[in-house]
């Protein structure tokens, strides 16, 4: 059995602010979601301590996340985040990355912003967020949209139940708390 998360994270100088301040939480502004989807994007494959450590590094390459910038991205972009050693210099993931901005520009027409996009498919479980994920984006598979979710606070699991982080977490009223009558355990 692995440990979870809510044991490793808090001793952890790296992963202890996320996991104290972050994970879990909702978040609404579009910069934020996008942010976080990128960066588990990134994650894929590799270390959540790896990506962490080079967040502020994939803030400065990519703009502050600003969706409409990086939307607006062209190859010359590309090729200067493919030699930034700053960030994840994987093709895929940063074409991943431009695809899904432009694909959360044409979104904003019929929900105004990510976050509304999530609402108006809100709840649904994991299986069809995934389904839902792979209609609309780039790169997102089923780990990619659990932790993303999971993070943000659609799906409920980022902390157990004893995690003295999860009452905070309780207390900011996650989506995914709106679905139960009383908050369940999922630790």
Request: charged share 25%; hydrophobic share 40%; with cysteine.
């Amino acid at each position: 059995m692995t440990e979870s998360y809510c044991t490793l994270a808090p001793g952890d100088p790296v992963h202890r602010s996320y996991h104290d301040s972050e994970y879990g939480f909702p978040l609404r502004g579009d910069n934020e979601l996008f942010e976080r989807l990128i960066l588990e994007i990134n994650q894929a494959g590799l270390s959540w301590a790896l990506i962490l450590k080079k967040r502020a590094a994939f803030v400065r390459a990519f703009g502050g996340f600003d969706i409409d910038a990086v939307a607006a991205y062209t190859q010359e972009d590309v090729d200067r985040l493919m030699g930034d050693s700053g960030i994840i210099r994987n093709r895929r993931k940063i074409e991943a990355a431009i695809a899904n901005a432009r694909r959360l520009v044409e979104l904003r027409a019929l929900h105004g912003d990510f976050h509304g996009w999530l609402e108006a498919h809100h709840p649904r479980d994991h299986a069809a967020w995934t389904r839902l994920f792979r209609q609309t984006f780039v790169f997102t598979g089923p780990l990619v949209v659990e932790e993303f979710l999971m993070s943000t606070g659609w799906l409920p699991g980022a902390h157990r139940d004893d995690c003295p982080v999860q009452e905070r977490i309780i207390k900011a009223r996650p989506p995914w708390l709106d679905c139960h009558d009383k908050a369940p355990s999922y630790g």
